[in-house]
């Protein structure tokens, strides 16, 4: 596929969401990071404050992160978790530049739990998940969570390098309870929720009545959820975390994704929930950038729909 195709696909994509938002420089994403995570001073007469009104402390923050089983993390590199394992690469900070934005919105709607899924298999979702909640995870105080939510091909345990591990699939069998199944990734504010052992009807145990209170919990646990989701078509799982939601991010490829599929996966997203798209594998730019969210212009960063 041609980069004017590909082009094409995300202008599609564009269409469907409103208010579209734009990285012009590496300069204006600096300074978005550093006045979303401005925070007043910490004063004796705040703690007291927060203390009285049952708000936990920075510590306490933290020390809720520990309540999970510690794994270390040894990212193989042909994951290209460059979020990880590449942190001063430019598609790790393409990623930060991402994670701006989503606390721009966040300031502007509800917005917590981030579905990323893509129209069919193979076009990178569980990659670009791992790298997004990782930025989000390395923002001052911001515990976050990468849930895996394809029960049918899971791959994130694999993608992090971190072998077999129960997860969503026992806790929604009821053979945990929960906290036995996230795991905290040492050295940083992210926590794993992988799929689990496989079963046989994933969508019959999703649709089951444990799925909305687990999400319920998670959101008291987490100041982020980023949803590995399965392929919008053709399977039905996909809407189900749409539904959990409170956005939706789709990944497109270049070279992969078709334009009849792209709007046909877009006729089942919900439009207001659509954040907007990104381009993966892009030929545009140099080959040192792994991911652009519009490649047409290096030095101008990328359009990311609302």
């Known amino acids: 596929m041609e980069l004017s195709a590909a082009t094409e696909l995300l202008q599609i994509a564009e269409e469907a969401a409103a208010e579209p938002v734009r990285i012009t420089s590496c300069e204006e994403a600096v300074e978005l990071e550093a006045a979303v995570a401005a925070k007043p001073p910490v004063t004796a007469a705040t703690i007291a404050h927060d203390a009285l009104v049952g708000i936990p402390t920075g510590d306490a923050e933290e020390d809720q992160l520990y309540q999970f089983q510690s794994l270390h993390v040894s990212v193989p590199p042909q994951s290209r978790v460059v979020s990880l394992t590449e942190r001063e690469s430019l598609g790790a900070e393409k990623f930060r530049f991402l994670a701006v934005r989503l606390q721009q919105l966040r300031q502007r709607r509800p917005l917590k739990k981030v579905l990323i899924t893509s129209t069919v298999p193979q076009e990178g979702k569980s990659t670009v998940a791992a790298n997004l909640a990782s930025a989000l995870a390395r923002r001052a105080q911001q515990k976050t969570l990468l849930l895996e939510g394809d029960l049918r091909r899971a791959s994130l345990a694999q993608l992090l390098g971190l072998g077999k591990l129960s997860g969503i699939s026992e806790w929604l069998k009821g053979d945990s309870d929960g906290r036995t199944s996230i795991y905290h990734l040492e050295g940083s504010g992210l926590c794993i929720l992988p799929a689990g052992n496989a079963v046989d009807n994933p969508l019959e145990l999703m649709q089951s009545a444990r ?58 997203i919900e439009s207001s929930k659509l954040l907007g798209a990104l381009l993966n594998s892009s030929r545009g730019v140099a080959n040192g950038d792994y991911y652009k969210y519009y490649s047409a212009r290096q030095s101008s960063g990328a359009a990311v729909a609302r």
């Open 211 to 268: 799925l909305p209170p687990l999400m319920e919990q998670l959101t008291t646990w987490f100041d982020w959820i980023v949803i590995d989701s399965p392929p919008v078509l053709p399977l039905a799982d996909t809407s189900i975390w749409m539904r959990l939601a409170d956005g939706i991010l789709l990944v497109t490829r270049q070279g992969a994704t078709e334009k009849q599929q792209l709007k046909k996966g877009l006729e089942v």
